[in-house]
């Protein structure tokens, strides 16, 4: 059974910076990626890294966030940085069986953790 745990959401000042983890267990992905979702709005992706660590942001967080893994530990990271109360959202982990990360698309989903960043 496939599982997906995140960890290290939280409340945090703009500018500010949280590092998000996702450990995974059951098997093994080639593609993993962080999604959020803000009330009101659609999930999207944040970030997503291959397992030799090609990557793909949303423009909305490139040069803020980076997404890294450590393979021998099966899990995905996202370390953000210069948070902006826009970026306050419910962060959802993902792996992906497919290899692709600029047509990422998941096939299992984390419970998601919630990120809100004042002003």
């Known amino acids: 059974q496939v599982q997906l745990v995140e960890s290290g959401g939280g409340f945090v000042q703009a500018g500010g910076s949280l590092r998000l983890s996702c450990v995974v267990s059951g098997s093994t992905f080639n593609a993993m990626g962080w999604y959020r979702q803000a009330p009101g709005k659609q999930r999207e992706l944040v970030a997503a890294?291959?397992?030799?660590?090609?990557?793909n942001y949303a423009d909305s967080v490139k040069d803020r966030f980076i997404i890294s893994r450590d393979n021998a530990r099966n899990t995905v990271y996202l370390q953000m940085s210069s948070l902006k109360p826009e970026d306050t959202s419910v962060y959802f982990c993902s792996a992906s069986r497919g290899i692709a990360v600029k047509s990422y698309v998941p096939d299992y989903w984390g419970q998601g953790t919630q990120v809100t960043v004042s002003s």
């Open positions: 890294i291959t397992r030799g660590g090609g990557t």
